[in-house]
């Protein structure tokens, strides 16, 4: 007698959860937008050109993939984020830093201001110095 009842709760779990599965995978596909299916390819010729948002991400990328060149220096004064990721050592939320710095202080004028930015220490100075300079004057 135990056996048949364990037998017949089994088979109401597994009733359960196969009207379980069924409810979800309905929630699923109603909630599914209906121009694409779940795992549809669209396939496009290579003659496409890019969208325009593709084309001026492209574009950054190729700008910040762009090493320095021998003798070349970034303006700490005057660049954009995109510039200062070229800096040794220099990520993209590490730019966001200094730029937000600058526009909330002002300009840096020299490595002993910069050094002010949160995270800038003597270490990150001494290796940026062959790469920056800085066209503004503190006042």
């Given at each position: 007698?135990?056996?048949?009842?364990?037998?017949?709760?089994?088979?109401?779990?597994?009733?359960?959860?196969?009207?379980?599965?069924?409810?979800?995978?309905?929630?699923?596909?109603?909630?599914?937008?209906?121009?694409?299916?779940?795992?549809?390819?669209?396939?496009?010729?290579?003659?496409?050109?890019?969208a325009g948002g593709l084309r001026d991400a492209a574009r950054t990328a190729?700008?910040?993939?762009?090493?320095?060149?021998?003798?070349?220096?970034?303006?700490?004064?005057?660049?954009?984020?995109?510039?200062?990721?070229r800096l040794p050592r220099i990520g993209p939320a590490f730019a966001h830093?200094?730029?937000?710095?600058?526009?909330?202080?002002?300009?840096?004028?020299?490595?002993?201001?910069?050094?002010?930015?949160?995270?800038?220490?003597?270490?990150?100075?001494?290796?940026?110095?062959?790469?920056?300079?800085?066209?503004?004057?503190?006042?």
């Amino acid at each position: 007698m135990c056996y048949r009842r364990r037998a017949m709760d089994d088979r109401r779990a597994a009733l359960l959860l196969a009207i379980l599965a069924l409810a979800g995978a309905g929630v699923r596909f109603a909630l599914a937008p209906t121009a694409v299916a779940p795992g549809d390819v669209h396939l496009v010729s290579a003659d496409t050109p890019p969208a325009g948002g593709l084309r001026d991400a492209a574009r950054t990328a190729a700008r910040l993939a762009r090493p320095l060149l021998p003798g070349e220096r970034v303006d700490l004064d005057r660049a954009d984020v995109t510039e200062i990721t070229r800096l040794p050592r220099i990520g993209p939320a590490f730019a966001h830093r200094i730029v937000a710095w600058r526009e909330q202080h002002g300009l840096f004028g020299g490595l002993a201001r910069f050094d002010s930015v949160p995270g800038v220490g003597p270490k990150l100075v001494e290796a940026l110095r062959p790469y920056v300079l800085f066209s503004g004057v503190v006042q």
